[in-house]
């Protein structure tokens, strides 16, 4: 017999996300109800400051200074954790609630990479849920498409633009023509970036999803430390416009595959297709390419974050549970996730060069040994007219390891006609 | 308690999608059992020949000339129905299983789109399930994300490419420079046509899987009777190199949208921005395009037919069930779903129009006049050099309503310098 009781929700944290939870709870009620078999109801509520104005009135809830304490109360069946942080109090209170049987819908990648395995393994010992599709990929159901719709598949790779405020700053940058110290600025006047940027623009908030979608695809134990991560702050204008003269665009590109080597898992700038769908990815918006063996490419595309975005996938999995949903974390029991063998960059790939050469006779020539010596093979090669004594010279290789690559540019250092540092970016032509 | 028993599977029909799922199911029985918690295993097989080859070894299932009989079985859990057809045995079997308490998965729409609402409610009545993620648009998850990853969502509209067909003649034609027929009988020859074609360029294919999207999206009764429909048949080359020309492509479009007047539900050639993701969409593939008053609009794009894509949505519903999923077939009750008043083209859209000009002085005048008298006017108009006679002349109206159109096209028909009949295509500016 289904369960026609309320879902008693309390929720932890009243940001941007946690109000917007509040309003579809509201708002959508009987509709919620009807889809749902039985209605969903806030019982209580937490956050920093009871009294800061919010837009929704939370006076109608219970309150709790301590979301912990929130987590064991006897009347509610879910908690709803969007504090954010890998530890600390959101850390405490999701324990909590599965320590007291309760069911956990989060939005936090974080404490989920971080965290995942422990608490799956907790939630399963418990026999409670742990939900996180608001942790990937803002409104997009991906967590849903890749754990259920798609699990008839064995998943071959799974490739990602999830850092939406990433996505924001390069794509501007092509389109105004700024550098990108004047576009980070730009985003953190319009909020866009966390409080420590590096989680954004290091790549660590999008390492973090990619992990999460990694165990999933892969049925392996969350590996965050095993994601290699390059951030954007190195991409400059003129990569950007490189890029675009020769087809590409520059994107914060995550890959997930299952290699005859390991699990690799990277989340780096990389040269695309402008064509693809991924190239044309505009602004915040966020897009998630999943291979499987049976279903082929599925791409699906969404808002990355904000507000009704993000509610609307955490109200997905409210939805799930109050129809009795019952499903392990990461798609299988914890205890049946493998450690899997991090295996760095084992996909060869093409890569983009780009390097200042001192303009005199045999430059080239140089350049084109010091490839050679590291088994790196030109593809196309560009040398701009000469900036005073000094001319940019873009290569494209062929396909090579990125160990080929990092000897090449240790060559290339050494070469004396090349100048700086040589900027290498991988090449996915997806 | 989960169910830790085998999950026991009857499928009737062997055909393409019916020999995919036995191959997913034997290749990955491992895999299956670790997503699932319990195994899931194929008992009995139903088809019209025993002994056609088909690629799989099919004696280790027990066999059942039946399909009915098969349904009714006491050690099956669930029938996976393959065979097709709005009624016959594909029906009976259906309902045969669902009075006997079993699960069905089906990837019937044209069964769903006509009984949808009387088995939904026999189904609930039974207490089994009654899933058909592999009815619309392939490999996509898409019955599920709408029917749960978006359930916190007030849908908006439901926007779709899901006949591969059309869109691979419509793609092709435009690639090829050759018109419909030549095309016609390339898809005819590469088996990508149903038994009747009609069902793919008459758009009734697509039109049944509209309508089961529109049911979830907007909490209805299924109604295809409702849906507007109109194929593909008469789109000619020079109305594709037109669009193309002004920046459009032209695809078979669904839309489904809940308006003040009532539901509107249309699959009808359109002009879509080439640039668009829509617009991109090539050959075979499917896209759905969903749009919620939270999550603003999500897409998702894959492989909309064949063996592995359609086999891989099956099995993503026969693991649901084996996770022990309870949902309503069309996301609430059926008892909850209301009557939509059907609502035909309330949506107003702007028109490109293509007519055929006697070469007379005042021709275009009195186009320009008949257009006016309906209302209609007139955003971009070219002249193309005359051939013989007549002059091939294109318009693109404002916005205007479809009753609009109807009556300009009258009228242009009443003018002697208009030759042979207009055509008229909607652009949607998705």
């Known amino acids: 017999m289904p369960d026609t009781n309320p879902l008693r929700l309390g929720i932890a944290g009243l940001g941007t996300v946690g109000v917007g939870v509040v309003k579809i709870v509201r708002k959508h009620a009987k509709l919620l109800e009807a889809r749902a078999g039985r209605p969903i109801e806030i019982i209580a509520v937490s956050a920093r400051s009871r009294d800061k104005d919010r837009g929704v009135d939370i006076a109608r809830y219970d309150w709790e200074d301590d979301p912990v304490a929130m987590a064991r109360r006897d ?60 942790a990937v990929a803002g409104g997009i159901p991906v967590i849903k498409a890749l754990t259920e719709g798609l699990a008839g598949n064995e998943i071959t790779k799974v490739m990602g633009v999830m850092n939406g405020t990433c996505n924001y700053i390069l794509t501007r940058m092509e389109a105004t023509h700024q550098g990108y110290n004047a576009l980070f600025e730009e985003a953190h006047k319009l909020g866009f970036l966390e409080a420590d940027p ?11 999803k990619l992990s999460l979608l990694a165990s999933i695809a892969f049925g392996t134990q969350v590996n965050f430390d095993a994601v290699e991560l390059e951030g954007i702050e190195q991409i400059s204008l003129r990569d950007i416009e490189e890029a675009a003269e020769m087809g590409y665009r520059i994107k914060l590109l995550g890959v997930a595959q299952m290699t005859g080597r390991g699990l690799e898992q990277r989340m780096s700038p990389c040269l695309v297709p402008a064509a693809s769908p991924l190239g044309q990815l505009e602004g915040g918006t966020n897009m998630v390419v999943i291979e499987g063996d049976s279903v082929g ?6 808002a990355g974050a904000g507000e009704g975005p993000t509610a609307s996938a955490v109200m997905g999995d409210v939805v799930d549970l109050a129809r009795g949903l019952d499903i392990s974390t990461f798609g299988m029991p ?11 960059a084992a996909v060869p790939a093409a890569y983009y060069l780009r390097m200042e050469l001192e303009d005199k006779p045999g430059a080239l020539a140089k350049v084109a040994a010091a490839l050679g010596e590291a088994g790196v093979s030109i593809d196309r090669m560009r040398q701009h007219g ?45």
Chains 1, 2 share one sequence.
């Open 75 to 134: 009347d509610i069946d879910v908690l709803v954790e969007l504090m954010g942080g890998s530890d600390g109090p959101a850390k405490a209170a999701v324990e909590a609630a599965i320590a007291s049987g309760k069911h956990v819908v989060t939005a936090n990648k974080a404490l989920l990479a971080h965290h995942g395995q422990d608490l799956a393994a907790a939630a399963e010992k418990a026999g409670t849920v742990l939900r996180f599709e608001a």
């Open 198 to 208: 590096q989680l954004d623009v290091g790549g660590i908030d999008a390492g973090h």
């Open 297 to 302: 490419q599925i791409v699906m595309r969404g």
């Open 334 to 344: 914890a205890s049946r996730l493998v450690p899997a063998k991090p295996a760095t």
């Open 386 to 430: 000469h900036q005073n004594t000094v001319a940019p010279v873009i290569v494209v290789t062929h396909r090579c390891s990125r160990a080929q690559i990092d000897a090449a540019m240790e060559g290339l250092a050494k070469t004396p006609v090349v100048k700086g540092e040589t900027v290498a970016i991988r090449i996915e032509e997806v």
